[in-house]
């Protein structure tokens, strides 16, 4: 049986077509990204993952490995490669719909340098809301003893 008969054996008894994996729409799509580059991970994420990497393999990436270490506040934190002597890392720090942040680090960074933390890259990136002040010009104040005759 040659390989087109085989095909047309399987959809003529009823198998059914799977989409290919191109046309499927990533799972993290909506994600927005805070911050690409270099950046020094926390103390305590460090000792946790060079302790336990607990490696796994990534869903749909074939043989990746990933380390992988969640915080309680819903930080993710993802390590694509090796623990590095230093903390120096280089990735990026992504924040998910729901409001969580997701750390991706996949190389190190260079030693000697001092990186901020993902902490305080945050603070930094994120936009600030000023509350809102009606522009008053300074006669129009009430504390004025002609401010109705100048409105």
């Known amino acids: ?8 054996s399987l959809i003529a008894g009823g198998a059914t077509i799977c989409k290919n994996r191109k046309r ?9 990204q805070i911050y690409h580059g ?6 305590h994420v460090y000792e946790a993952v060079r302790e336990d990497p607990t490696p796994h393999r990534a869903t749909g990436r074939g043989t990746h490995l990933v380390s992988r270490y969640a915080e309680q506040g819903g ?6 490669c090796q623990i590095p002597e230093s903390r120096a890392m280089v990735g990026e720090i992504v924040r998910t719909p729901e409001g969580n942040l997701r750390i991706h680090c ?4 260079r030693h000697g ?3 901020r933390e993902p902490a305080e890259i945050v603070t930094l990136h ?6 809102y002040m009606p522009i008053v010009s300074p006669l129009m104040s009430s504390d ?5 005759r100048e409105a």
Not at 106 to 109: I, P, Q, R, Y
Not at 144 to 148: A, K, Y
């Open 106 to 109: 996949w190389s190190a960074a």
């Open 144 to 148: 004025s003893p002609t401010w109705r």
């Open 113 to 115: 340098y001092i990186y």
């Open 75 to 80: 930080t993710v934190w993802l390590f694509r």
């Open 1 to 8: 049986m040659e390989r087109r008969e085989f095909f047309q």
């Open 24 to 32: 499927v729409t990533p799972r993290h799509r909506q994600d927005v």
């Open 38 to 43: 270099p950046m020094q991970i926390p103390p």
């Open 126 to 131: 994120e936009p600030t809301s000023k509350p």
